[in-house]
């Protein structure tokens, strides 16, 4: 399979390196089998966050989850490595919130909400039981393999939340 194209349940989708702005990022177009409200609450309710919120290989504690889902809320969570139990606290602020359509929030490292890089979720819905979800990240440092590791750990947290909306 091209590393730039992905697909979902055979759906073709794709991915893109470059972002729509100068800044370092990328886009990752999924369709999944599930309407937009699953997967609004996927990316909004902590309980569902906690089963899909990390890369293969990692897991989200529940009690490490916490979303205050309005504009300007902050919300946290801690990813831990199956093998080595290192932690990643991690967190931003939510900039817009308009469900289940649109969500712009910062993403990094907890206490680095406002100087975090900046992901725009925008899900569409394609019939009732698919939806097209655009992921864009900018903002991203420009040093040599930043945007190729962050794509990697985006995308294998998607193959996870893929098993997750189809359970």
């Known amino acids: 399979m091209n590393p730039n194209t992905m697909s979902a349940n055979s759906t073709p989708s794709t991915t893109d390196a470059t972002p729509s702005t100068d800044e370092p990022g990328f886009t ?13 609450d ?38 831990i490595v199956d093998d080595t139990g290192e932690e990643f606290a991690t967190g931003g602020r939510y900039r817009h919130v308009e469900s289940p359509r649109r969500l ?11 100087s975090s890089p900046l992901v725009s ?30 794509f990697d750990g985006w995308t294998s947290a998607f193959n996870v939340f893929e098993a997750e909306i189809a359970g």
């Open 28 to 40: 990752i177009v999924r369709d999944f089998p599930a309407s937009r409200e699953r997967v609004w």
């Open 42 to 79: 996927a990316w909004t309710n902590p309980d569902v966050l906690a089963r899909w919120y990390h890369p293969e290989g990692l897991h989200t504690p529940r009690d490490s989850v916490r979303v205050d889902l309005r504009e300007g809320g902050i919300y946290a969570y801690t990813m």
């Open 104 to 114: 712009d929030f910062t993403w990094g490292n907890q206490g680095d909400e406002d």
């Open 121 to 150: 979720l925008e899900l569409e819905e394609l019939d009732a039981s698919t939806t097209r979800m655009t992921f864009t990240l900018t903002g991203l440092p420009s040093d040599s393999g930043a945007v190729d590791s962050v």
